[in-house]
């Protein structure tokens, strides 16, 4: 320890190491030369680190205090030789410490320090010449304004760049702002200066030996870190023909935009290709640039003109408009591959040719044009007079009908979401949806209004009759024809339902992908892709808009598949359609029932002298009062029941009558148009309230109602056995599509029966009991062929006719009449009156 005490009492920064060290050894007493050593070791390992710490701080302090100042660059110099003394007395101090650290560690600290030092003194001379650079700069600048020479022009561009580099080595240092504007003021000012040269050597650009000059000139602009400048101005000037050309042609009235479009697009290329020899200095940024020159300043006119044309005729118009946008995809996709520019400048052409008027377009029209073209679409069936004079005829027309729901449902709706993607990136979805569901439902009434009901008008009369008397021999045939057109209904309604629910689908994905993370800038995109391309337009709208990222995410949760009251305008279609379609197709298979019950009462007036002539020898009438003749059914009982019996057979679809199709139109539209347009007959001749016109719908099911409907005496067994085995005949029609089918039209037939009978039978004036008798006869034939014949549960009010049709007296009838009915119910309001309707007739009207 006393050693180390005089060490570093007799230590002073300027004494001799190794003298200092001999003496110090040769004043040692008692100590061994080994902790003398020791401790001498351990005091130069401090210094050591004392040392280096001491450098780095006062180097940091250097740094900061680096003189930038006019009057402090004088003494930079001098600060300078003190570094390098500093730097020579630590080598010095270095040297002595070899033997004590690894080689490779020193070499390691003096390496940093070097680089460090190499730092310091470049920034001080950057920061000493900086004053000096920029007014020789100024100078060149001045001397350039005055000769107007390309080499004066090339010094100063020289001077400007030394002068860039020396603010890049300075720009962390204090006042990098002020000599940062000072630059580009002076970059500006030569630039500015060079103009009209740059202007008489684009001019004198005409082929390859008349580039001299601007080859002169871009090294210059190369010099300033301007190059991207001369582009531009170089770009901008050389496409002013076609300009000219563009701006001279008046495209409101070119009938194919895209064939001329396609021209002006080549001219383009043949430009930029014949740009690319003239301008050797990166040839293909120059070609991409003249073309992307050309296209942008016509951004509005092509837009406009992508309107009118739109607006001129929604179908050629939106093709016109695809075939533009494809022909812009090509052209950047040929300047890539044929002059083999930049992708990144290749789409840079892209949206200027493809992407910006069509957004235009997307913003401003767009939505109402694929509204028009779909409406178009919807209603484009021909309407001329339809002429029905055999069932082949009426075939024919339901089948082209049928035929041209692709034109719409599938070819339509696909095209449309297409052209939702391209020409608007996806972003009209949601009017899109809103116009393909109301073109879809003004099909379907177009359908059902100017199709089915002209047809039905021109074979059925209001009151159910035929209008060509023919038409009841060959009935079947007619209606099986006619079942093509529930099948177009139920065929329409599906179709309609995939049509929206498809491009619900198709537009929900597409906001999926557009809303993904992705680039910025899709590089690899392949401009013929319109797709692929629509998707970067998407992107980068997103990019540009934030609140665009609404419209998307609003399509991507929903789908669009608009409000419940635009989904029940889609409905209320589709019923229409179905009720006139099942309309047309009973009617047919109902005819001649209709008329054959027509002849129950006498009191209607004929329809028709020669029409009703012939249907007096289809079926004779019936004598309810003073008859003599043996009892027996009817005559037209009879040909009800054949008819019924044959329906059976007849309504196996054949024709081409899709089953699945048929079975898809809607039951309860059906038995609106079938069976309930008789039932309503019915109700206007009872004169019903609408609050009656209900318990006669109820009436209508035929299923007997407790404490109202009367079972026949006797047959309540019957009726239980017969309902166990309807049971089992509904499980089973369940499985078998075809029976189905069948039985549901066979259950509309005879509702339809027993309410047109019931309609014809309170119109009889008189009944006596022979005809009473005769009325029980027919009731129970008819019964039969449709219990046994055709397999149906019987009809409720066929019993409760049967009841009336036995009451022997006045009293029996009285009785039923003021039976206890249940009380409030609309169904025993009408029930009564049908019976004192029928009290009536029986000449009981004294009850």
Avoid at 245 to 265: N, P, R, T
Avoid at 411 to 426: E, F
Avoid at 548 to 560: E, I, Q, W
Avoid at 634 to 658: K, N, Q
């Amino acid at each position: 320890m006393e050693m180390a005490t005089r060490i570093e009492a007799e230590e002073s920064p300027g004494s001799d190491v190794v003298g200092f060290v001999n003496k110090v050894l040769n004043e040692t007493k008692k100590e061994s030369l080994e902790s003398g050593l020791s401790g001498m070791s351990m005091r130069l390992q401090i210094m050591s680190v004392d040392l280096e710490e001491e450098v780095e701080e006062w180097l940091k302090e250097l740094k900061r205090v680096a003189p930038l100042a006019k009057g402090e660059a004088l003494s930079v110099g001098r600060l300078m030789n003190a570094v390098e003394d500093e730097t020579k007395g630590m080598l010095r101090r270095y040297t002595q410490r070899k033997e004590e650290e690894p080689e490779a560690l020193l070499l390691s600290r003096l390496e940093i320090i070097r680089k460090n030092m190499f730092q310091v003194q470049q920034i001080l001379r950057e920061a000493q010449g900086w004053e000096q650079n920029l007014e020789q700069s100024r100078q060149a600048l001045e001397t350039f304004r005055t000769e107007k020479s390309i080499e004066k022009a090339e010094t100063a561009a020289s001077a400007l760049n030394n002068l860039t580099k020396s603010e890049t080595i300075l720009r962390n240092m204090p006042a990098s702002n002020e000599r940062k504007s000072a630059l580009v003021e002076l970059g500006d000012d030569l630039e500015a200066a060079l103009r009209p040269q740059l202007s008489e050597a684009i001019a004198q650009v005409t082929d390859e030996k008349n580039n001299e000059l601007l080859l002169r000139l871009s090294t210059v602009y190369e010099k300033m870190n301007r190059a991207e400048a001369l582009r531009t101005t170089y770009a901008n000037a050389r496409p002013v023909n076609l300009h000219r050309m563009w701006f001279a042609k008046d495209l409101h009235q070119e009938k194919h935009l895209a064939s001329w479009i396609q021209d002006f697009f080549q001219n383009i290329l043949q430009l930029a290709t014949q740009e690319a020899t003239l301008f050797p200095v990166h040839p293909e940024k120059t070609a991409a640039a003249v073309a992307r020159a050309a296209l942008t300043p016509l951004t509005a006119s092509y837009a406009d003109a992508l309107i009118h044309i739109v607006r001129r005729d929604a179908v050629k118009g939106l093709e016109d408009a695809i075939a533009c946008k494809t022909l812009g995809l090509e052209l950047s996709h040929k300047i890539q591959t044929e002059i083999k520019c930049d992708a990144k400048d290749a789409l840079q052409v892209a949206i200027a040719a493809a992407s910006v008027p069509f957004e235009i377009l997307s913003l401003q029209h767009y939505a109402s044009a694929e509204v028009a073209l779909l409406s178009i679409l919807a209603t484009s069936i021909n309407t001329q007079e339809i002429s029905i004079t055999t069932p082949e005829a009426l075939g024919m027309v339901l089948e082209e009908a049928a035929g041209s729901f692709d034109n719409l449902f599938v070819h339509g709706t696909s095209a449309s979401l297409k052209r939702c993607q391209i020409l608007s990136a996806g972003f009209a979805g949601e009017q899109v949806i809103a116009a393909i569901r109301t073109a879809v439902a003004k099909r379907l009434d177009t359908l059902a209004n100017m199709l089915i009901e002209p047809l039905t008008a021109q074979l059925i009369s209001t009151d159910g009759l035929p209008l060509d008397p023919s038409l009841i021999s060959d009935c079947w045939a007619y209606a099986k024809r006619g079942f093509l057109a529930v099948a177009l209904a139920g065929r329409a309604e599906r179709m309609a339902s995939n049509a929206l629910v498809s491009a619900s689908t198709n537009l929900r994905e597409w906001a999926q992908r557009c809303l993904l993370p992705g680039q910025k800038h899709n590089l690899l995109l392949a401009p013929t892709d319109e797709t692929s391309f629509a998707l970067f337009e998407a992107k980068l709208r997103l990019q540009r808009d934030p609140s665009a990222r609404v419209t998307l995410a609003r399509l991507k949760s929903s789908g669009s598949t608009g409000s419940p009251l635009d989904r029940l305008e889609l409905e209320a279609s589709i019923d229409r359609l179905a009720a006139k379609a099942s309309g047309l197709a009973f009617k047919l298979a109902f005819a001649p029932v209709r008329a054959a019950l027509r002849r129950i009462s006498a009191t209607r007036a004929p329809f028709d002298q020669a029409y009703d002539a012939q249907v007096v020898a289809y079926c004779e009438p019936v004598q309810w009062f003073g008859k003599h003749e043996e009892i027996r059914p009817s005559h037209y009982v009879t040909i009800v029941g054949e008819h019924l019996a044959s329906a059976l057979a007849e309504l196996e679809l054949d024709r081409g009558v899709d089953l699945q199709d048929a079975l898809a139109c809607r039951l309860d539209a059906a038995g609106r148009a079938t069976d309930g347009a008789e039932w309503d007959l019915l109700g206007d001749t009872l004169e019903l309230n609408d609050s009656d016109r209900l318990g006669l719908r109820y009436l209508a099911s035929g299923d007997p109602i407790e404490g109202l409907t009367l079972p026949r005496l006797g047959a309540q067994a019957e009726l239980d056995a017969f309902s166990a085995d309807a049971k089992r005949q509904e499980d089973a029609a369940d499985d078998e599509p075809a029976q189905r089918f069948a039985t549901r039209w066979l259950i509309y037939l005879q509702r339809a029966t027993v309410a047109a009978f019931i309609d014809e039978l309170i119109r009889v004036p008189n009944m006596d009991d022979q005809g009473a008798a005769q009325l029980t006869t027919d009731l129970t034939y008819l019964k039969h062929v449709l219990s046994v014949a055709l397999d149906l549960k019987p009809h409720a009010l066929l019993d409760h006719l049967l009841v009336l049709s036995q009451a022997s007296t006045k009293r029996d009838l009285d009785d039923i009449i003021r039976r206890q009915l249940p009380p409030n119910s609309a169904a025993a309001n009408v029930l009564t009156k049908i019976e004192i309707a029928f009290a009536t007739t029986r000449a009981c009207n004294r009850l």
